[in-house]
């Protein structure tokens, strides 16, 4: 089964960290590049960052900038997001996505395979 799982989503006080993973199976990663998304309730959905699958390019939202760190590892198959200095407004369910073309995740949002999402609170 083609999937992607994210996990490591959580409850969080302002300030604090968590690691997301963007697990795949039954494809492998390596041709893909990878974005992260995120959507908070009432709003529309949101690029926080991404990956390209050849040379590591990364990008951030400028929300973001600076606090989070997008990587990936493709002997584990799997695509993480460090995030640092968490802040309220940072609270929404996060979403990975897979897409065979940086352009195509990165600008257009568009992907091949999407994740169920994991959810991210941050609060005191």
């Known amino acids: 089964q083609v999937q992607l799982v994210e996990s490591g989503g959580g409850l969080v006080q302002p300030g604090g960290s968590l690691r997301l993973s963007c697990a795949a199976s039954?494809?492998?990663?390596?041709?893909?590049?990878i974005g992260w998304f995120r959507q908070a309730p009432g709003k529309e959905r949101e690029g926080v960052s991404c990956?390209?699958?050849?040379?590591?390019?990364?990008f951030y939202a400028d929300s973001v900038k600076g606090r989070f760190t997008i990587s990936r590892d493709n002997a584990k198959n799997t695509v993480y997001l460090q995030m640092n200095s968490l802040k309220p407004e940072d609270t929404a369910v996060y979403y990975c996505?897979?897409?065979?073309?940086?352009?195509?995740?990165?600008?257009?949002?568009?992907?091949?395979?999407w994740g169920q999402g994991t959810q991210v609170t941050v609060s005191s």
């Open positions: 996505a897979a897409a065979l073309g940086l352009f195509r995740v990165c600008v257009s949002g568009a992907g091949d395979y």
């Open positions: 990956i390209s699958s050849s040379d590591g390019t990364t």
């Open positions: 039954g494809f492998t990663l390596d041709y893909y590049a």
